[in-house]
């Protein structure tokens, strides 16, 4: 809805595809509106205006083929980047722990950050959602799930830390369950994306 994120021409999101240093660029500009983007030239590419964008801003850029794995500390160093820190991997990610930009994907540590892990489009846009969230006021429950100040993010009227039955009952068993930090288990649905 905030325009950050697009599908494919099928009308697809492929949230489990890995995410390229040009998608996740284009994705931090959208969720930036304030940062200056060129408009996008006649018979350019479409993320030209994007890395025109961010060598002018000095992020550290350089995959604009997307001819490599993109990972998790990459994406670290530009979300500093936005924020006008240009880091170093291990500082960047430090940087977003410290912050509370991220919680990381195993534990608030370098190494649960998972810096060498990829990061799905699904992972990509959460990740920008949370800090975004955090960046607006937001604060994290004793729970450690983000909420606001209004009572929490719902959907289909389930939301976040609610018991595992309830959810089941509400949406049918999931496609897979992954471990988060705290304690707690993401039960996964990969049904209904244009939802």
Do not use: C
């Not at 990061?119 to 729970?143: C, D």
Request: hydrophobic share 35%.
């Amino acid at each position: 809805d905030a325009g950050i994120a697009s599908g494919y021409t099928d009308g697809t999101f492929r949230p489990n595809q890995d995410v390229s240093e040009r998608e996740f660029v284009a994705l931090v500009f959208r969720a930036y509106p304030e940062l200056d983007v060129p408009a996008q030239a006649a018979g350019e590419t479409w993320y030209a205006r994007y890395y025109a964008a961010a060598e002018r801003l000095g992020w550290p850029v350089a995959d604009r083929e997307a001819a490599k794995r993109y990972t998790r500390g990459e994406a670290a160093r530009i979300i500093a980047a936005a924020r006008g820190h240009v880091l170093s991997m291990r500082d960047a990610v430090m940087y977003l722990l410290d912050n509370g930009l991220s919680s990381g994907k195993t534990s608030a540590t370098f190494e649960g950050y998972d810096a060498g892990g990829t990061l799905t489009r699904a992972e990509a846009v959460t990740f920008l959602y949370n800090v975004k969230h955090v960046e607006a006021g937001g604060r994290e429950s004793p729970s450690g799930s983000p909420e606001t100040a209004a009572g929490g993010f719902e959907l289909r009227g389930i939301r976040l830390g609610d018991a595992e039955s309830a959810v089941i009952a509400a949406l049918g068993q999931p496609d897979r369950r992954d471990p988060a930090t705290g304690g707690y288990t993401w039960l996964v649905y990969n049904r209904h994306y244009g939802e």
